[in-house]
């Protein structure tokens, strides 16, 4: 199991050294969280902001990943490998925008007092 963890933990540390959008995800975590610091969110507030940072960064490592199975498989440029590319993008894209609808509404709920 270890062994696992390690494997894990080198793949997310490659996909942060070669991935800016990967980054940039993690700039938006550090003020996410400080926000709900600052707002003290309660549990509830907490475990869908935890939910919603996992899915986009869960997205965005798939995505890293079938781009480089894509790139493997399909060095040249190929209609079916910029469409496995396009598709794993827009998951991320879905992702991002549920959690940054989710993230609003938490944010919303705590300045409006709820």
Known sequence: M???????????AAAWRTQRNLRIHGVLVVAVVAAGIVL????L??????L?????VT???LNTALEAVVD??????HPLAKRA???????V????????AAGAIVLWMHLAGR
């Open 52 to 56: 919603a940072i996992a899915l986009v």
């Open 93 to 100: 894209l879905v992702a991002s925008l549920g959690a940054a």
């Open 85 to 91: 590319k396009d598709i794993a993008a827009a998951g």
């Open 59 to 61: 997205a965005e490592l």
């Open 72 to 77: 493997l498989v399909s060095p040249e440029e």
């Open 45 to 50: 507030s907490w475990a869908l902001v935890a």
């Open 2 to 12: 270890a062994a696992s963890f390690g494997y894990a933990f080198e793949g997310f």
């Open 40 to 43: 003290r969110f309660g549990p």
